[in-house]
Each structure stands twice: as C-alpha cells, then as structure tokens.
C-alpha cells in the first residue's frame, strides 16, 4: 500500500513538474505580458517586447497614430482575454497543490485537474497568437519585414527562449530528444 501510494505521488509530482516546464517563461509569441510578467500582468503596455511602453518599436516601425492607438486596443482586448482565464489557471494550480499535499493523494485527480491547466494555457497561447496576427494585419508591408527582423534580433538577445523552448516541448511530448 505505502509502495504504491509513493508511487502515486511520484507520478504526480512528475506531471507537475512536466507542466511546469512546458509552461515556459512567462510571454508568449504574440503582443503581450504572460501571466505575471511586468507589473501590469497580461498585456502589459510592454506588449511581450521588453519595453514597458513599446516606445522603441513604435519608433523603429514608424507606427502612424491610428496603428498605435488599435495596438493598444488590442493590448486591452488581450488582457481582458488572459485575466479570466490566469484567474482560473492560478486556482487550479493551487487545488493541484492542495491534492498533492492531502492525506492519500489521488494521482488520478491529481492528473485531471493538470489536463485542465494545460489546456487553459493553450486557450492562453492561442489568445496571444491570434492577438499578435491582430497586430500584425496592422503593419505595411514594410513595417512587417522591419517587424519581423525585430522579433529575429530580440530572439537571438533573448536566447531564443520562446520559440526553441516551444519547440524542445513539442518534441518532448512526442518522444523525440535532442541528439547534442
């Protein structure tokens, strides 16, 4: 009994950590603060590019009014999609916590309530990817090419984490390693 409720436990705690790291650091691909980036939660006047009023790519772009003000909008329409939904994701986690913890913890339950955070985090990743095909339906041709060499440079700055990461887990999750 106490070998398989170890057991149990171990599982569990092997889920969590496997969300965990696939949860990845905290902005996602598009316009916006992740979850508990910045000090303005989702987003953020930052909008997932390291500046907290976006100045630098409004300025690089050459962003008209009119653009700068719908880019805000969408920044507002994203973090009222996000808030409800990390609000969600946050009380899940601490249930998972609580199981985790309890007297005779149910792997299986425990199991279930991490398919439900996972899949809140895919409506979180999907909210951003359509909010950053917004933003760039936005651009000129030309502001999309200066955008896009923006978003190469910031990822060889950054280490690349949000798309090399993104694509590691992909891998994970169907069995592939990584040869190096």
Not at 36 to 61: A, E, F, T, V
Not at 116 to 137: C, I, K, P, W, Y
Request: glycine content about 14%; overall charge positive; some cysteine.
């Amino acid at each position: 009994m106490t070998r398989n409720l170890t057991s149990m436990f171990a599982a569990a705690l092997l889920l969590i950590a496997a969300a965990a790291s696939a949860q990845g650091p905290g902005r996602g691909p598009g316009p916006g603060f992740g979850p508990g980036d910045g000090p303005q939660g989702p987003g953020g006047p930052g909008m997932g590019i390291g500046m907290r009023d976006g100045s630098c790519l409004i300025d690089y772009l050459g962003l008209s009014d009119e653009q700068v003000a719908a880019w805000q909008n969408l920044r507002d329409q994203l973090h009222a999609t996000l808030e409800p939904i990390r609000e969600q994701r946050v009380a899940l986690h601490e249930r998972i916590q609580a199981a985790l913890t309890s007297e005779g913890a149910d792997a299986c339950a425990v199991g279930q309530l991490m398919v439900q955070a996972h899949a809140l985090g895919d409506q979180m990743r999907a909210a951003r990817e359509a909010n950053q095909t917004s933003f760039v339906a936005l651009l000129t041709a030309e502001q999309q090419t200066k955008y896009q060499q923006f978003k190469e440079v910031r990822g060889m700055c950054r280490g690349d984490r949000g798309q090399r990461g993104a694509g590691m887990r992909r891998g994970r999750a169907q069995g592939r390693r990584s040869s190096s």
